[in-house]
């Protein structure tokens, strides 16, 4: 069973930018498939990016495209999102994601482990 930990939200001003960190235990971390996903209030959750099991394939939402970057350390069972300027739009609770799964994932109901979050809110 995969377990995760999000760290590194917080309060950032438009423009600024972040650095999410995931922490996965407890499976074999390359054999996954890792994305992140995003909550606002009174919102559905949403996909934000993926990342195959070796890094090699990449995908966003539109709205974050050229801005945010997923990236994965399989030798530390770490997964990132780097997340440069902000937009208030942005704010939400993030989720970490893993699926095992040859290939990218964009969709949250095929993910098996979550993690709790780590929220991110951007002032204007």
């Known amino acids: 069973q995969v377990q995760l930990v999000e760290s590194g939200g917080g309060l950032v001003q438009a423009g600024g930018s972040l650095r999410l960190s995931c922490a996965a235990s407890?499976?074999?971390?390359?054999?996954?498939?890792m994305g992140w996903f995003r909550q606002a209030p009174g919102k559905e959750r949403e996909f934000v990016a993926a990342?195959?099991?070796?890094?090699?394939?990449?995908d966003y939402t539109d709205s974050v495209k050229g801005r945010f970057t997923i990236s994965r350390d399989n030798a530390n069972d770490m997964v990132y999102l780097q997340m440069n300027s902000l937009k208030p739009e942005d704010t939400a609770l993030y989720y970490c994601a893993a699926k095992w799964s040859l290939g990218v994932e964009t969709i949250s109901d095929r993910y098996d482990h979550w993690g709790q979050g780590t929220q991110v809110t951007v002032s204007s």
């Open positions: 407890g499976g074999t971390f390359s054999s996954y498939a």
């Open positions: 990342i195959t099991r070796s890094g090699g394939i990449t």
